[in-house]
Protein backbone atom coordinates (compact mmCIF):
# COMPACT_ATOMS: atom_id res chain seq x y z
CA UNK A 1 0.00 0.00 0.00
CA UNK A 2 1.00 3.81 -1.15
CA UNK A 3 1.87 5.71 2.03
CA UNK A 4 3.34 7.82 0.50
CA UNK A 5 0.66 10.90 0.73
CA UNK A 6 0.19 10.25 4.00
CA UNK A 7 1.03 11.61 7.13
CA UNK A 8 0.06 12.13 10.78
CA UNK A 9 -0.30 14.63 13.46
CA UNK A 10 -0.21 14.18 17.15
CA UNK A 11 -1.86 17.38 18.17
CA UNK A 12 -0.97 18.75 21.74
CA UNK A 13 -4.10 21.72 21.72
CA UNK A 14 -6.98 21.57 21.71
CA UNK A 15 -7.39 18.22 23.33
CA UNK A 16 -9.52 17.48 26.28
CA UNK A 17 -9.05 17.08 29.53
CA UNK A 18 -10.47 14.83 32.26
CA UNK A 19 -13.56 17.16 32.71
CA UNK A 20 -13.60 17.69 28.99
CA UNK A 21 -12.00 21.09 28.80
CA UNK A 22 -10.16 22.47 25.84
CA UNK A 23 -6.28 22.18 27.16
CA UNK A 24 -2.90 22.14 25.64
CA UNK A 25 -0.72 18.92 26.51
CA UNK A 26 2.98 18.45 27.04
CA UNK A 27 5.09 16.94 24.53
CA UNK A 28 6.50 12.82 25.43
CA UNK A 29 9.86 12.09 23.93
CA UNK A 30 8.38 8.99 23.88
CA UNK A 31 5.31 9.70 21.53
CA UNK A 32 7.63 11.50 19.20
CA UNK A 33 10.37 8.46 19.16
CA UNK A 34 7.37 5.85 18.54
CA UNK A 35 5.03 7.67 16.48
CA UNK A 36 8.12 8.46 13.98
CA UNK A 37 9.28 4.90 13.71
CA UNK A 38 5.83 3.89 12.94
CA UNK A 39 5.45 6.26 10.57
CA UNK A 40 8.49 5.01 8.81
CA UNK A 41 7.83 1.67 9.30
CA UNK A 42 4.72 2.38 6.76
CA UNK A 43 6.41 4.58 4.51
CA UNK A 44 4.61 7.85 5.55
CA UNK A 45 5.86 11.37 4.26
CA UNK A 46 5.71 12.96 7.47
CA UNK A 47 5.00 12.93 11.34
CA UNK A 48 4.23 16.64 11.89
CA UNK A 49 3.69 17.29 16.35
CA UNK A 50 1.56 20.14 16.83
CA UNK A 51 1.79 22.55 19.63
CA UNK A 52 1.36 26.02 20.08
CA UNK A 53 4.04 26.46 22.66
CA UNK A 54 7.23 27.64 21.67
CA UNK A 55 9.16 25.95 24.52
CA UNK A 56 7.95 22.68 23.40
CA UNK A 57 8.51 22.94 19.54
CA UNK A 58 12.02 23.79 20.70
CA UNK A 59 12.37 20.81 22.76
CA UNK A 60 11.04 18.48 19.60
CA UNK A 61 13.85 19.81 17.80
CA UNK A 62 16.24 19.10 20.49
CA UNK A 63 15.24 15.66 20.04
CA UNK A 64 15.14 15.07 16.17
CA UNK A 65 18.55 17.22 16.45
CA UNK A 66 20.13 14.86 18.57
CA UNK A 67 19.65 12.10 16.52
CA UNK A 68 21.29 14.20 13.45
CA UNK A 69 24.54 14.36 14.83
CA UNK A 70 26.10 11.85 13.50
CA UNK A 71 27.80 9.88 16.74
CA UNK A 72 24.38 9.92 18.21
CA UNK A 73 23.41 8.25 14.05
CA UNK A 74 26.02 6.54 14.09
CA UNK A 75 24.47 4.17 17.28
CA UNK A 76 21.34 3.64 16.34
CA UNK A 77 21.23 4.65 12.20
CA UNK A 78 17.87 3.34 11.56
CA UNK A 79 16.67 5.98 14.11
CA UNK A 80 17.86 9.15 12.51
CA UNK A 81 15.78 7.35 9.72
CA UNK A 82 12.78 7.75 11.71
CA UNK A 83 13.18 10.68 13.22
CA UNK A 84 14.18 12.58 9.86
CA UNK A 85 10.41 12.08 9.52
CA UNK A 86 9.54 14.83 12.04
CA UNK A 87 8.46 17.76 11.29
CA UNK A 88 6.95 20.87 14.12
CA UNK A 89 3.78 23.23 13.17
CA UNK A 90 2.31 25.76 16.19
CA UNK A 91 -1.48 23.96 14.76
CA UNK A 92 -3.47 21.85 12.79
CA UNK A 93 -3.89 24.59 10.29
CA UNK A 94 -0.24 24.92 10.11
CA UNK A 95 0.59 21.19 9.69
CA UNK A 96 -2.00 21.41 7.13
CA UNK A 97 -0.27 24.21 5.01
CA UNK A 98 3.08 21.95 5.78
CA UNK A 99 1.40 18.77 3.99
CA UNK A 100 -0.03 21.32 1.32
CA UNK A 101 3.82 22.96 0.79
CA UNK A 102 4.91 19.15 0.39
CA UNK A 103 2.39 18.20 -2.00
CA UNK A 104 1.00 21.24 -3.76
CA UNK A 105 -2.72 20.12 -2.16
CA UNK A 106 -4.41 20.61 0.73
CA UNK A 107 -4.39 17.41 2.96
CA UNK A 108 -8.07 15.92 3.61
CA UNK A 109 -7.91 15.77 7.62
CA UNK A 110 -8.39 12.58 8.77
CA UNK A 111 -9.90 12.65 13.22
CA UNK A 112 -9.10 9.43 14.86
CA UNK A 113 -11.02 9.27 18.64
CA UNK A 114 -11.90 6.51 21.01
CA UNK A 115 -15.45 7.33 21.20
CA UNK A 116 -17.67 6.50 18.77
CA UNK A 117 -20.44 8.96 17.02
CA UNK A 118 -21.97 10.19 13.78
CA UNK A 119 -20.28 10.30 10.59
CA UNK A 120 -17.10 7.83 11.64
CA UNK A 121 -15.86 5.84 8.96
CA UNK A 122 -14.37 2.26 8.97
CA UNK A 123 -10.94 1.92 8.46
CA UNK A 124 -11.68 -0.35 5.40
CA UNK A 125 -13.66 2.32 4.09
CA UNK A 126 -10.55 4.74 4.13
CA UNK A 127 -7.93 2.18 3.31
CA UNK A 128 -10.06 1.41 -0.42
CA UNK A 129 -9.69 5.39 -0.41
CA UNK A 130 -6.02 5.01 -0.08
CA UNK A 131 -5.64 2.31 -2.52
CA UNK A 132 -8.09 3.87 -5.16
CA UNK A 133 -6.57 7.77 -4.67
CA UNK A 134 -3.24 7.07 -3.65
CA UNK A 135 -1.95 10.28 -5.01
CA UNK A 136 -4.54 13.06 -2.37
CA UNK A 137 -2.85 13.59 0.68
CA UNK A 138 -3.86 12.60 3.89
CA UNK A 139 -3.42 14.08 7.51
CA UNK A 140 -4.48 11.90 10.25
CA UNK A 141 -4.90 13.42 13.32
CA UNK A 142 -4.08 12.04 16.73
CA UNK A 143 -5.17 13.39 20.53
CA UNK A 144 -3.07 13.35 23.37
CA UNK A 145 -4.81 13.60 26.69
CA UNK A 146 -8.33 12.52 26.55
CA UNK A 147 -8.84 13.37 23.43
CA UNK A 148 -8.81 15.98 20.38
CA UNK A 149 -11.29 18.80 21.43
CA UNK A 150 -14.46 18.30 19.05
CA UNK A 151 -13.73 21.81 17.09
CA UNK A 152 -10.86 19.66 15.63
CA UNK A 153 -13.26 16.85 15.13
CA UNK A 154 -15.68 18.72 13.76
CA UNK A 155 -13.13 20.37 11.06
CA UNK A 156 -12.12 16.71 9.73
CA UNK A 157 -13.38 15.38 6.12
CA UNK A 158 -13.46 12.11 7.93
CA UNK A 159 -12.92 10.60 11.55
CA UNK A 160 -12.13 7.16 11.67
CA UNK A 161 -13.92 4.89 13.87
CA UNK A 162 -12.72 3.72 17.29
CA UNK A 163 -10.12 0.58 17.13
CA UNK A 164 -11.91 -2.11 19.63
CA UNK A 165 -10.62 -4.57 21.48
CA UNK A 166 -12.76 -7.10 23.03
CA UNK A 167 -14.01 -5.98 25.66
CA UNK A 168 -14.90 -2.67 27.77
CA UNK A 169 -11.56 -1.57 28.10
CA UNK A 170 -10.68 0.81 25.90
CA UNK A 171 -7.75 3.26 26.84
CA UNK A 172 -4.90 2.95 24.14
CA UNK A 173 -1.77 4.65 24.48
CA UNK A 174 -1.47 6.99 21.26
CA UNK A 175 1.18 5.37 20.38
CA UNK A 176 -0.21 2.15 20.12
CA UNK A 177 -3.25 3.82 18.51
CA UNK A 178 -0.89 4.94 15.79
CA UNK A 179 0.60 1.90 15.20
CA UNK A 180 -2.92 -0.11 14.51
CA UNK A 181 -4.21 2.49 12.63
CA UNK A 182 -1.12 2.48 10.39
CA UNK A 183 -1.25 -0.71 9.65
CA UNK A 184 -5.23 -1.27 9.13
CA UNK A 185 -4.67 1.46 6.80
CA UNK A 186 -1.71 0.51 4.71
CA UNK A 187 -0.14 -2.70 6.72
CA UNK A 188 0.04 -6.60 4.02
CA UNK A 189 -3.08 -8.12 3.78
CA UNK A 190 -0.71 -11.20 3.35
CA UNK A 191 -2.69 -13.61 5.29
CA UNK A 192 -0.34 -15.12 8.29
CA UNK A 193 0.08 -18.52 7.04
CA UNK A 194 0.69 -17.39 3.34
CA UNK A 195 4.11 -18.63 2.27
CA UNK A 196 7.38 -16.79 1.11
N1 LIG B 1 -10.55 8.83 25.41
C1 LIG B 1 -9.65 9.46 24.46
C2 LIG B 1 -10.32 9.57 23.10
O1 LIG B 1 -11.55 9.51 23.09
O2 LIG B 1 -9.64 9.68 22.10
C3 LIG B 1 -8.36 8.68 24.39
C4 LIG B 1 -7.18 9.56 24.20
S1 LIG B 1 -5.75 8.66 23.85
C5 LIG B 1 -4.80 8.76 25.27
C6 LIG B 1 -4.99 9.76 22.74
C7 LIG B 1 -5.29 9.52 21.29
O3 LIG B 1 -5.01 8.18 20.90
C8 LIG B 1 -6.73 9.75 20.84
O4 LIG B 1 -6.96 11.15 20.65
C9 LIG B 1 -6.74 9.02 19.52
O5 LIG B 1 -6.05 9.78 18.53
C10 LIG B 1 -5.90 7.79 19.85
N2 LIG B 1 -6.71 6.69 20.35
C11 LIG B 1 -6.69 6.18 21.59
N3 LIG B 1 -7.54 5.14 21.68
C12 LIG B 1 -8.09 4.99 20.45
C13 LIG B 1 -9.04 4.09 19.89
N4 LIG B 1 -9.59 3.11 20.62
N5 LIG B 1 -9.40 4.26 18.61
C14 LIG B 1 -8.84 5.24 17.86
N6 LIG B 1 -7.93 6.12 18.33
C15 LIG B 1 -7.56 5.99 19.61
Do not use: F
Not at 49 to 64: D, N
Amino acid sequence: MDGSRLWMALVHHPVLDREGRSVTTSVTNLDVHDLARSARTYSLAGLVIVTPIEAQRRIVERIVGYWEEPEHAARIPRRKEALELVRIARDVEEAKNLVHEAHGRTPELVGTSARSGPGRISWQELRTGIQARPHRPRLILLGTGWGLADRILDSCEAILSPIEGTGGYNHLSVRSAGAVTLDRLLGSERPEHAGP
